[in-house]
């Protein structure tokens, strides 16, 4: 008996594909029935067509690549290594447009991967955070075409999912939704009704994320936001930290952090942070919200920020000192202070500051009107120039881009 070839030479990891073994010894001399084996697990459906071939229905396997084919009958056995292989299931390499417009009606997407044509892929279907996506084409093997109706959450990153008879792919952050084609400034209001806001620096044009009605008593209040990864990271009010969803605008994967965090930045592979408990400056953990002291800060009992010029990597660190005068100063990552240099105002309280194109840009509490006014601001002058006045108090921002 022997086994000399199989068709098709392939089929998924799901099983249920019927193939055509051809060999000799299936019929005459009494050999049938007939029993086969695919991968270790023994076929459902082993048919007999004639002494020199076999229909056979594959069980499902393992894992993708070739897998020993075993024959038993009357006759004895027939094995062989090298006829079928399961296929891998579809991949997705990257989605393009990383960034789509979250107010865009409709929008023409491509994903490269492999695994969408070749081995009877079949029908291909895409599904975006589970939304069947429309017109879709396939390319190639390595290629689809596809368009989203409607756009989503802005900063949200979908999940993109790619379906067909190889299997399911995908892809947990394949682009992103953005409130602007333009860099920005992401504030982060104390407001009942708004989420947050982009702040455009070429029109100095404002757009406002409404909050969800769903977020409940207890709404996320973001007291110090940075960049960390592909995620924006927050540390709130009520004590959390994490990452930010921004579909429910919640923190699902929160932990609760044992100090009060007032500023957070990215520098490097590390996130540095002010604690208001501590009055010091040190690293925060990613993962767990864990604050490491670096330094004590001098001379400082509020307004302690931090802000990273991306430009020169230099970290500059704002706070108030015992005059109730805002300084800024540089900070190395030892924690060692530059010379400070006053702030421009009476009660320089600044909130929050991010560099955005070589331009430092502060959010200061106005006490006169109780508003936040958004400025210009030098680190080595310390000069100010007011560019907008927000009703609300902003504690929070970071750079979109």
Known sequence: ?????????????????????????????????????????????????????????????????????????????????????????????????????????????????????????????????????????????????????????????????????????????????????????????????????????????????????????????PRAVSVSGDDYVASNFDGKFGPIDFITQTQPNAVTANDRISSIVQLGDLLYGLNINRRSFGTINATTGEFTEIAPVANAFRGLNLVVDPASSTMYITLNDNTNTGRIATIAADGTLGSLVTIAGADAHVRDLRFVDGVLYALMRNNSTGNTDLVTLSPTSGATATIKSFSQRIPAMEVFQ
């Open 1 to 221: 008996m022997t086994i000399t070839d199989a068709t098709p030479a392939f089929g998924p990891l799901a099983g249920g594909t019927r193939i055509v073994l051809q060999g000799t010894g299936f019929l005459t001399n009494g050999a049938a029935p007939n029993r086969v084996v695919v991968g270790g697990r023994e076929a459902p459906l082993a048919g007999v067509i004639d002494d020199n071939h076999l229909e056979v229905t594959v069980p499902p396997g393992e894992m993708p690549g070739a897998v020993e084919i075993i024959v038993f009958n009357h006759l004895g056995q027939a094995v062989a290594t090298d006829l079928f292989h399961y296929s891998t299931k579809p991949s997705v390499t990257t989605v393009s447009p990383a960034d789509v417009l979250y107010t865009a009606p409709a929008t023409s997407m491509t994903i490269e991967g492999k695994g969408f044509l070749d081995e009877n892929a079949g029908f291909n279907r895409v599904l975006v955070n589970g939304t069947p996506a429309v017109d879709l084409e396939v390319l190639s093997d390595t290629q689809l075409k596809f368009t989203i109706v409607g756009g989503g959450a802005p900063l949200s990153r979908p999940q993109v999912e790619v379906e067909n008879q190889r299997g399911t792919s995908e892809a947990a952050k394949g682009f992103r939704f953005v409130p602007s084609t333009r860099k920005g400034l992401l504030l982060f209001p104390r407001d009942p009704s708004v989420f947050f806001s982009f702040f455009d620096p070429v029109d100095q044009s404002v757009l406002n994320v409404p909050r969800l009605t769903s977020s409940g008593g207890n709404p996320l209040q």
